[in-house]
């Protein structure tokens, strides 16, 4: 599988994900130029882009997506909440709403909701998996859950939200309710609390963990690094920022050990999924 961060932050955030000829992008948060600028900085076509997964309504992850699936005529899978909140008018035969916990595929790859807290209508993270790599993408993350705690577990890839320095936070000129609304259960993960999660929940599968969603007031990248090197041992750690996509990774390189194919319809159900309020 190849995959990499396009755009992550607090002003737009746009993954790709692919095994072979079947690729996805989750959220579409960046405008659609520079979509597609990032993308052939990686030799990445966007006509192969076969589905786009929306994690909630929020700017930041869909500023781009009317234009972009309008202009490659992408199918487009998220919640009726999210598309509801979203006040986007999408093509009908574009649009597929799902469930928060549904589990849908795109050719070789199984794509499975992850219900989570984060002050959105219906919001979910992602899984994706191919049967042998799994791939975790949690961002927007209002607190811990047994839902995060299980895709962490069964990683081998995590892109991880490590959206803010509680010094930073404390310390910087937003006013107190967007500081509450950051850390009080349903906005972002601090860079501590993304630590502690990554310590006690991650499984021995896990081989490259990513950092992403940063603020730009509020975290550095410098931070982020300082505070997850210690702790990675064998474990690659990169992290995901506003300015520059990522490099394209490869799981054939970064995880040549991984051989024990999983079967992602077992995982889903077997975690109880819980539904937040």
Not at 4 to 11: D, F, I
Request: glycine fraction near 8%; include cysteine.
């Amino acid at each position: 599988m190849k995959y990499c961060a396009l755009a992550s932050g607090s002003n737009g955030n746009c993954y790709y994900i692919a095994d072979a000829e079947d690729a996805i992008l989750i959220d579409v948060g960046i405008n659609a130029k520079h979509v597609e600028l990032r993308m052939a900085n990686l030799g990445i076509v966007p006509s192969t882009i076969k589905a786009i997964f929306i994690t909630h309504e929020h700017t930041d992850h869909i500023r781009g997506l009317a234009v972009f699936c309008r202009r490659y005529q992408i199918p487009v899978y998220m919640t009726a909440g999210s598309y509801r909140g979203s006040r986007l008018q999408l093509p009908e035969n574009l649009l597929h709403i799902i469930r928060r916990d549904e589990e849908i595929e795109v050719g070789s790859l199984t794509i499975c909701g992850i219900p989570k807290y984060h002050d959105a209508q219906e919001p979910c993270s992602f899984w994706v998996s191919n049967g042998e790599i799994n791939i975790g993408v949690l961002t927007d993350i209002g607190r811990i859950c047994d839902n995060v705690k299980h895709v962490i577990r069964q990683a081998d890839v995590l892109l991880l939200e490590a959206n803010y320095d509680e010094g930073l936070l404390d310390t910087g000129s937003y006013p107190f309710f967007l500081k509450n609304r950051i850390r009080n259960g349903w906005g972002h993960l601090s860079n501590h609390i993304a630590l502690e999660t990554v310590l006690e929940y991650r499984g021995p599968r896990l081989r490259h963990l990513i950092l992403g969603h940063l603020s730009g007031q509020n975290n550095k990248v410098e931070l982020v690094r300082q505070t997850f090197a210690p702790h990675c041992g064998k474990i690659k750690l990169s992290v995901a920022t506003r300015y520059q996509e990522t490099e394209l990774f490869d799981s054939q390189i970064l995880l040549p050990q991984l051989t024990t194919k999983i079967v992602v319809r077992q995982i889903a159900y077997q975690a109880s999924f819980v539904f937040p309020e």
